[in-house]
Nanobody
Framework: QVQLVESGGGLVQAGGSLRLSCVAS????????MGWYRQGPGKQRELVAA??????????KYADSVNGRFTLSRDNAKNTMFLQMNSLKPEDTAVYYC???????????????WGQGTQVTVSS
């Protein structure tokens, strides 16, 4: 089995910063893609930012609403991904979820996993 654990959420004033972390552990042979999604109150879950190829540099994508404010980074050796969020706005308030497409040891196909989420609240 594979587990994703997020941390780093909290309450921050508009204009502030937070850094989210997601650690993947368990029966992992390879992580093919890894990213952050969020779901605000009354909204659908949406992509925030993602590594489309986790082990290859440069293969990232960002939602237009966060481009230039949020930055992805990773530690491949530790199967860990970070999201640095700067210039936060009240509309960034949401539960942030980590997602990973994982190839497990002993399996031929990848499977998508989700973390339990971490709450980010931005006050105006």
């Amino acid at each position: 089995q594979v587990q994703l654990v997020e941390s780093g959420g909290g309450l921050v004033q508009a204009g502030g910063s937070l850094r989210l972390s997601c650690v993947a552990s368990g029966n992992i042979r390879r992580i093919d893609a890894m990213g952050w999604y969020r779901q605000g109150p009354g909204k659908q879950r949406e992509l925030v930012a993602a590594f489309t190829a986790f082990t290859t540099s440069g293969n990232t994508k960002y939602a237009d609403s966060v481009n230039g404010r949020f930055t992805l980074s990773r530690d491949n050796a530790k199967n860990t991904m970070f999201l640095q969020m700067n210039s936060l706005k009240p509309e960034d308030t949401a539960v942030y979820y980590c997602n990973a497409d994982v190839l497990r040891l002993g399996y031929l196909n990848t499977r998508s996993y989700w973390g339990q989420g971490t709450q980010v609240t931005v006050s105006s």
